[in-house]
Every structure is written in C-alpha cells, then in structure tokens.
C-alpha cells in the first residue's frame, strides 16, 4: 500500500530536480550526492566481496523487497535529518551543557513534585523513559551483545 506512494512521489521530486525550472544549485548538490553514493556503493561491494554476494544470494526472494524498504529508509531519514537541521553537537561544552541540564533536572524533587501536582505525567513519563533507555544502552555497551550475558551451564554433577 505504502509502496505505490513512496514511488508516486519520488518520480514527482524526479521530475522537479530534472525540470529545467529547477535551480541549478540544487541540480549541483543531487549530482554530487549520486556521485557520493555511487562511489559509496562500489566500496561497499569491493569490501564486501564473495561474502556481500553470498549473503544477497542466500536472501532470495526476498533481497529485492529488502533493498528496496532499506532505501526507502535511508531517504526518510536523510531527509528528516535536513528538515529538522539535525547535527550533533561540534564541542564538548555542548555535550557537558545538555548532561548538566539533564542530571539537574532529573535530581531535582521539586521539578518531579510539581510535574506530578500539576498533572503534567508525560514529562515524568518521558523522562523515565529517557532514564530507563540511557541504562539499557549501557547495559548493552557494558555486555558488548544486543541480547544478553552468555551463560555456560555447569557440567552435569555425576551421580
């Protein structure tokens, strides 16, 4: 159902950069992103070798719908990355700000008895939420697996 859409609007963004209406920096910039991503594509595949291919061989079927929603991926988060004018902070003082505002108000009580007294439960919500997200990822970071610990079962006691 999404597919249709999907490709319906990006043949019409298609004709738009290709129109001759269009401005010719805008014409630059997806030149040289095509560029970009071209040669992005060839060192994947030189890097990737036998082994990119066996695995594309082992998906079947299912490598084209596969390729296909993983591009389709890739284009909405690029663009919600240039809607929004995301960047990751450039100096450490950024990084240090944004921990210190967090941190204080996370040990704040007066900001959690006032989001609570004010029936404001989303920001106490979201903020468990942010909470209980930087633990796991820590978790993770800290058992170097997605998953969980590796356990080895004791060797069965001989009777």
Do not use: C
């Amino acid at each position: 159902m999404l597919r249709p859409q999907i490709t319906n609007a990006a043949r019409v963004a298609g004709r738009r950069a290709n129109s001759t209406q269009a401005n010719p920096q805008v014409q630059k910039a997806v030149q040289q992103a095509s560029q970009l991503y071209n040669q992005g594509a060839q060192t994947v595949k030189r890097v990737a070798g036998p082994v990119g291919d066996r695995v594309g061989s082992l998906l079947g079927a299912y490598r084209a719908p596969l390729t296909y929603n993983w591009n389709v991926f890739t284009s909405l988060v690029r663009q919600v990355y240039k809607a929004e004018k995301l960047a990751p902070p450039t100096h450490l003082s950024q990084w240090a700000t944004a921990y210190a505002n967090i941190w204080a108000r996370a040990s704040s009580p007066a900001w959690w008895r006032s989001a609570l007294e004010s029936g404001e439960w989303a920001k106490v919500a979201i903020a468990a939420v942010e909470a209980y997200g930087i633990f796991k990822i820590g978790e993770i970071i800290g058992r170097r697996h997605l998953v969980g610990y590796k356990i080895k079962e004791p060797a069965a006691a001989a009777h």
